[in-house]
Antibody, heavy 116, light 114 residues
Framework: EVQLVESGGGLVQPGGSLRLSCAAS????????MNWVRQAPGKGLEWVSY????????YYADSVKGRFTISRDNAKNSLYLQMNSLRAEDTAVYYC?????????WGQGTMVTVSS | DIVMTQSPDSLAVSLGERATINCKSS????????????LAWYQQKPGQPPKLLIY???TRESGVPDRFSGSGSGTDFTLTISSLQAEDVAVYYC??????????FGQGTKLEIK
């Protein structure tokens, strides 16, 4: 079964850091471009970051540029999001999503709450 | 960034009736080299991740019922549910994946039963 499973979310204070992980299974992870998308409570979807299949090309939304770092380990079938200098407005469910003809596979998401 | 604007923000339709959701992009998402519109539609039910319904503006994802259809080109797109079923109650999002610098979503349209 094709599957993405996020982990690493939790409660963190403003200014703190958190590292999210996304474990892929059921497909050849190294062949696919990947993304992180977030959704604040009761709000819409916001694309956060993109990484190419090899990891050589990376893009970020302006709202997280300079604070978040996307990476991947194709040997471990895993995608990561390192989040630093967290703000209250980063509170959201974070999803990883596979990009083929669109975002065709999504994980269940992991909740990140930034609060003192 | 390409801005995606959906209309309406919410919609109430009777069971068995047609539901139509519109999406407008601030610039064309039609890639001239392959004549494909880089526009997708997603369905999100409460407590669930989004589910891909339509890609290339009009191609139905595998397993999606044929009552869902997408149309449009360039900057104006439509998602149509031909005969609303109870299980179609959800929030629907359009998304452009033309600009690799930012894969923007519309604000969402909440679909309810009248």
């Amino acid at each position: 079964e094709v599957q993405l499973v996020e982990s690493g979310g939790g409660l963190v204070q403003p200014g703190g850091s958190l590292r999210l992980s996304c474990a892929a299974s059921g497909f050849t992870f190294s062949s696919y471009e990947m993304n992180w998308v977030r959704q604040a409570p009761g709000k819409g979807l916001e694309w956060v970051s993109y990484i190419s299949s090899s990891g050589s090309t990376i893009y970020y939304a302006d709202s997280v540029k300079g604070r978040f770092t996307i990476s991947r380990d194709n040997a471990k079938n895993s995608l990561y999001l390192q989040m630093n200098s967290l703000r209250a407005e980063d509170t959201a469910v974070y999803y990883c999503a596979r990009l083929t003809h669109a975002f065709d596979i999504w994980g269940q998401g992991t909740m990140v709450t930034v609060s003192s | 960034d390409i801005v995606m604007t959906q209309s309406p923000d919410s919609l109430a339709v009777s069971l068995g009736e047609r539901a139509t959701i519109n999406c407008k992009s601030s610039q064309s998402v039609l890639y001239s080299s392959n004549n494909k519109n880089y526009l997708a539609w997603y369905q999100q039910k409460p407590g669930q991740p989004p589910k891909l319904l339509i890609y290339w503006a009009s191609t139905r994802e595998s397993g999606v019922p044929d009552r869902f259809s997408g149309s449009g080109s360039g900057t104006d797109f439509t998602l149509t549910i031909s005969s609303l079923q109870a299980e179609d109650v959800a929030v629907y999002y359009c998304q452009q994946y033309y600009s690799t610098l930012s894969y923007t979503f519309g604000q969402g349209t909440k679909l309810e039963i009248k």
